[in-house]
Each structure stands twice: as C-alpha cells, then as structure tokens.
C-alpha cells in the first residue's frame, strides 16, 4: 500500500531538483486536513515514516497550503 492508497488522498507526485538530485519535494492533494491529518495518524505512517526519516541528510520541512486561484 502506498500514500496514494491512503483514504481522501486525491494526488501525489514526487519531484527531484534539477541542479542537486539529493534534493527531492513531494506534492499532495488531499480531500480536507481531516483526511491528511488521519493518514499521519495512521498506521501506515508509523511504519514507514521513521524508516524514510532516515534517509534525509537534514530535517525535512513540509507545508500545508490552501489553492488560490486569483492572480494579481
């Protein structure tokens, strides 16, 4: 099972920085925060999270964001 799997995930892509490919930036999509904020409590995340955590040279920083779609 992955995170697209993950009940009230609409969209995930991983994205890899053109000029350092140690860098690397996930985005999701998820129905409301209700359903983001479930997956992090879930059992799925407790398995795996603190196995990839590992992996990063440097804490990671993550962003929740609300879609605008007026532009200036």
């Known amino acids: 099972m992955d995170i697209r799997n993950q ?3 609409e969209y995930l892509r ?3 920085d053109k000029k350092d ?3 690397f930036f996930t985005h999701s ?3 409301d925060e209700a359903h983001l904020n479930a997956y992090r409590k879930s059992e ?3 398995m795996n999270w603190p196995q990839v955590k590992t992996l990063f ?3 990671p920083i993550a962003w ?3 879609q605008r779609d007026e532009l200036p």
């Open 7 to 9: 009940q009230g995930c």
């Open 14 to 16: 991983l994205f890899q």
């Open 21 to 23: 490919p140690r860098i």
């Open 29 to 31: 999509v998820w129905v």
């Open 44 to 46: 799925f995340f407790g």
């Open 57 to 59: 040279a440097r804490d």
């Open 64 to 66: 929740s964001l609300d």
